[in-house]
């Protein structure tokens, strides 16, 4: 059953997520060669508490980290290392903030110092897929329609889209339905409604979208040893068309 929320509780959710983007800001700044993802996640943990919030990743389901970290060929869930990023990497890190129990979801894609062609057009090319998607997401479309436009996009720049791990709706919980897949057919699926509130978080892979789980029971990474990017948003549905709740500009 997909939860519509009202404008107030929309604007609930747009604070946790003002929260979240002030800290991908800050990121921003402190990732660069030599930082590890320990550091990154104390940082991400304690800015969020610092603002009245909480990391709601940690402790989920057993999840043991404030943010997912995943490293080149980790797709999502990395668990943070103390070991340093090295120029040339690229980390995704994800991150939820719980605000008075609304909760605000978005994942973002470093490159480390300088990094490969090939690497900068995958950041590149997720971050439009995750755009063209929320492009897609207006009153009356259907969520095939923003499945279909990121595959499109991935697959026509002779990247592929991970099937494993979907947007989802989002609220008082992580995780609620709808889910949203980024792949398959237009015209698919639920009709899109104003008060929906649901993530879009394309995971595209260089190679294959093949992928095994790490021995830890988390960590998705390509079977095939290739890079994976993700981007990732929460956004409402509204009459005046898709309003992100977490945009970093
Ligand atoms: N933020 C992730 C998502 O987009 C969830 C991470 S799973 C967790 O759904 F357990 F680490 F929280
Ligand atoms: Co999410």
Not at 112 to 124: D, T, Y
Not at 214 to 227: F, K
Request: net charge negative; glycine share 10%; with cysteine.
């Amino acid at each position: 059953m997909i939860i519509i929320k009202t404008p107030e509780q929309i604007e609930k959710m747009a604070e946790a997520g003002r929260i979240l983007t002030a800290c991908h800001r800050e990121l921003r700044k402190i990732i660069r060669p030599g930082i590890s993802t320990m550091e990154i996640n104390h940082f991400v943990d304690e800015f969020i508490q610092s603002h009245g919030a909480k990391a709601e990743q940690k402790g989920y389901k057993g999840y043991p980290f404030a943010t997912c970290a995943s490293v080149n060929d980790e797709i999502c869930h990395g668990f943070p290392t103390q070991i340093p990023l090295h120029e040339g990497d690229i980390v995704t890190i994800d991150m939820v903030v719980n605000l008075n129990g609304w909760l605000a979801d978005s994942a973002w894609s470093y490159p480390i110092g300088q990094i490969s062609e090939q690497a900068k057009k995958l950041l590149k090319v997720t971050k439009e897929c995750l755009y063209i998607g929320i492009e897609k997401a207006v009153i009356g479309n259907r969520l095939g329609d923003i499945s279909h436009a990121i595959q499109v996009n991935a697959e026509s720049n002779g990247f592929s889209v991970v099937r494993e791990f979907t947007g989802h709706g989002i609220g008082n919980e992580m995780h609620e339905d709808p889910q949203v897949l980024h792949y398959g057919l237009p015209n698919r699926g639920a009709r899109l409604c104003e008060g929906m509130v649901f993530t879009i978080e394309p995971m595209i892979n260089l190679g294959s979208y093949n992928l095994t789980i790490d021995e830890n029971g988390w960590t998705a990474r390509t079977a095939d040893g290739c890079l994976s990017a993700q981007y990732e948003h929460t956004i409402a549905i509204t009459k005046n068309g898709p309003l992100i709740l977490t945009e970093q500009d």
